[in-house]
């Protein structure tokens, strides 16, 4: 029934069959690679665009602070400069006052 030549194709659809499945095995274990590499490189990416996006707000934060500091620091001179001009608005009134007094004792 089953003779020398019968073994031998059998062995050799076995093998071939065998060859096959190693085959699919290694192309599934392939596109598996790929698939976590795809998946790795999308998370860089994802993670690129977001520090990306912090650099740029802190950026802009910065420009923002430098801004407010040059803002403060004018309008701390300008009320400096307020004050010192009101004492010397104050410090005319009290010379005017006074000079008024001692008019009005002179004559």
């Given at each position: 029934?089953?003779?020398?030549?019968?073994l031998?194709?059998?062995?050799?659809?076995?093998?071939?069959?065998?060859?096959?499945?190693?085959?699919?095995?290694?192309?599934?274990?392939?596109?598996?690679?790929?698939?976590?590499?795809?998946?790795?490189?999308?998370?860089?990416?994802?993670?690129?665009?977001?520090?990306?996006?912090?650099?740029?707000?802190?950026?802009?934060?910065?420009?923002?602070?430098?801004?407010?500091?040059?803002?403060?620091?004018?309008?701390?001179?300008?009320?400096?400069?307020?004050?010192?001009?009101?004492?010397?608005?104050?410090?005319?009134?009290?010379?005017a006052?006074?000079?008024?007094?001692?008019?009005?004792?002179?004559?």
């Open positions: 029934m089953y003779g020398a030549g019968n031998q194709v059998i062995q050799d659809l076995v093998s071939k069959e065998e060859a096959r499945q190693r085959d699919i095995e290694a192309a599934k274990a392939d596109y598996q690679n790929r698939l976590s590499q795809y998946g790795l490189l999308g998370g860089l990416c994802v993670i690129v665009i977001i520090a990306l996006f912090l650099y740029r707000n802190a950026r802009q934060q910065r420009k923002a602070n430098t801004l407010l500091a040059t803002e403060k620091q004018k309008v701390e001179t300008t009320l400096h400069d307020l004050k010192q001009t009101q004492s010397q608005l104050i410090q005319s009134e009290k010379m006052s006074l000079g008024e007094l001692t008019a009005g004792i002179a004559p």
